[in-house]
């Protein structure tokens, strides 16, 4: 079955940009989709295929995917983004939607 | 607007079985499917499955083949995830969730989450 790989933590001051990545065998060929979720609450979609952002997302929030890896971009970090961030892709194949690890956002 | 409203915590012994319910509304139900997730204590998240709303179609994650089953009332607009056999590793907050597009990739509406605790 398809694997995405996070790093378990990433690490930022505030008003700096923070990029967390998605690997997986040739991800740029599918479509990533990216979840933020606090503490004790359900995920919020942030990004959809690749680089769309929901209504009511920040313009901070931004994505790319190529190769082997898809990154999702917060500009200008504040505190309120400290949470856990998820990639998601749909898996063809299996027909089942795949999450990666998880990453944990942190606002220095 | 949409809203997935789920049933309450439950708490329940190893071998016994849990099911979950899922309330849809501001939507006409049988357009979308609906996707189940859980999230262990401390862990990422697991897509479970999904099943048609319309036809009642189902894909299970293949890890839990055979122990789970979803199904859908749609006089209620009420979709269901029975999970049998319960384990201590079943302890988690199971998720119902909508795409935004009929038969989107993606999880845009999540319901609250239900704390379903496996425990002698």
């Known amino acids: 079955s398809y694997v995405l790989t996070q790093p378990p933590s990433v690490s930022v001051a505030p008003g700096k940009t923070a990029r967390i990545t998605c690997g997986g065998n040739?991800?740029?060929?599918?479509?990533v989709h990216w979840y933020q979720q606090k503490p004790g609450q359900a995920p919020v979609l942030v990004i959809y295929?690749?680089?769309d952002r929901p209504s009511g997302i920040p313009e901070r929030f931004s994505g790319s995917n190529s190769g082997n890896t898809a990154t999702l971009t917060i500009s200008r970090v504040e505190a309120g983004d400290e949470a856990d961030y998820y990639c998601?892709?749909?898996?063809?194949?299996?027909?089942?939607?795949?999450f990666g690890g998880g990453t944990q956002l942190t606002v220095l | 607007q949409v809203q997935l409203v789920q049933s309450g915590a439950e708490v329940k012994k190893p071998g016994a079985s849990v099911k979950v319910s899922c309330k849809a509304s501001?939507?006409?139900?049988?357009?979308?499917?609906i996707s189940w997730v859980r999230q262990a204590p401390g862990q990422g998240l697991e897509w479970m499955g999904w099943?048609?709303?319309?036809?009642?179609?189902?894909n299970y994650a293949q890890k839990l083949q055979g122990r789970v089953t979803m199904t859908t009332d749609t006089s209620t607009s009420t979709a269901y995830m029975e999970l049998r056999s319960l384990r201590s590793d079943d302890t988690a907050v199971y998720y119902c969730?909508?795409?935004?597009?009929?038969?989107?990739?993606?999880?845009?509406?999540w319901g609250q989450g239900t704390l379903v605790t496996v425990s002698s």
């Open positions: 969730a909508r795409p935004l597009a009929v038969a989107g990739p993606f999880l845009y509406y």
């Open positions: 501001g939507y006409t139900f049988t357009s979308y499917g």
């Open positions: 099943i048609s709303a319309y036809n009642g179609n189902t």
């Open positions: 040739n991800i740029g060929s599918k479509s």
């Open positions: 295929y690749d680089s």
């Open positions: 998601q892709v749909w898996d063809s194949s299996s027909d089942h939607a795949v």
